[in-house]
T-cell receptor, first 110, second 117 residues
Framework: QQPVQSPQAVILREGEDAVINCSSS?????VHWYRQKHGEAPVFLMI?????EQKGHEKISASFNEKKQQSSLYLTASQLSYSGTYFC???????????FGQGTRLTINP | GAGVSQSPSNKVTEKGKDVELRCDPI?????LYWYRQRLGQGLEFLIY????????KSGLPSDRFSAERTGESVSTLTIQRTQQEDSAVYLC???????????????FGAGSRLTVL
């Protein structure tokens, strides 16, 4: 039931864009995105509920395609502060348990 | 409290000893979760509580691991007869709880780093 994230790692120059994907083999209820900086706890970014919605946080946005059981996180004009590991977390109707993907390590270079 | 508090922040123990890790969730959060993160790895679900009950213990790796929660507040994760493969950061998180959309948005504590020699 663990969602699959791709790519596993991304290296960008400041100002470039990136897309991180999260997919599940099981029908999803919601998708969460968290960012973890080195040596710190994961921090919540946004939640998307089924229905194909999109959300934004600073220059970070995400979409949720219920039919494909997939979510994508879009980082535009990346900043040095965006560096970290991004995790998607998924849950299923009627369940509180949140299961995380293996993470995508994002490195932003000046 | 204002955030999720975990103690100890760092624990070094010898193989075979028992350890207890404590988590104090955000006041008013009825759900509490434990995750394990090995070095450079992802977040591995262990167990979650709704109130003092644990509806899902499926992630506990073996019967050496147990957890309890009392007073719908503090939780303790106990690892008996520790092994070297138990070395990891143990993260606790809490959420509002319930089945409303977004009720399981997690606030994480800083974690307890366990090293088994």
């Amino acid at each position: 039931q663990q969602p699959v994230q791709s790519p596993q790692a991304v290296i960008l120059r400041e100002g470039e864009d990136a897309v991180i994907n999260c997919s599940s083999s099981k029908a999803l209820y919601s998708v969460h995105w968290y960012r973890q900086k080195h040596g710190e706890a994961p921090v919540f970014l946004m939640i998307l509920l089924k229905g194909g919605e999109q959300k934004g946080h600073e220059k970070i946005s995400a979409s949720f395609n219920e039919k494909k059981q997939q979510s994508s996180l879009y980082l535009t004009a990346s900043q040095l502060s965006y560096s970290g590991t991004y995790f998607c977390g998924t849950d299923f109707q009627g369940a509180q348990k949140l299961v995380f993907g293996q993470g995508t390590r994002l490195t932003i270079n000046p | 409290g204002a955030g999720v508090s975990q103690s100890p922040s760092n624990k070094v123990t010898e193989k075979g000893k028992d350890v207890e890790l404590r988590c104090d969730p955000i006041s008013g959060h009825t759900a509490l979760y434990w995750y394990r993160q090995r070095l450079g790895q992802g977040l591995e679900f262990l167990i979650y509580f709704q109130g003092n009950s644990a509806p899902d213990k499926s992630g506990l790796p073996s019967d050496r691991f147990s957890a309890e929660r009392t007073g719908e507040s503090v939780s303790t994760l106990t690892i008996q007869r520790t092994q070297q493969e138990d070395s990891a950061v143990y993260l606790c998180a809490s959420s509002l709880g319930g089945l409303r959309p977004g009720a399981n948005v997690l606030t994480f504590g800083a974690g307890s780093r366990l090293t088994v020699l």
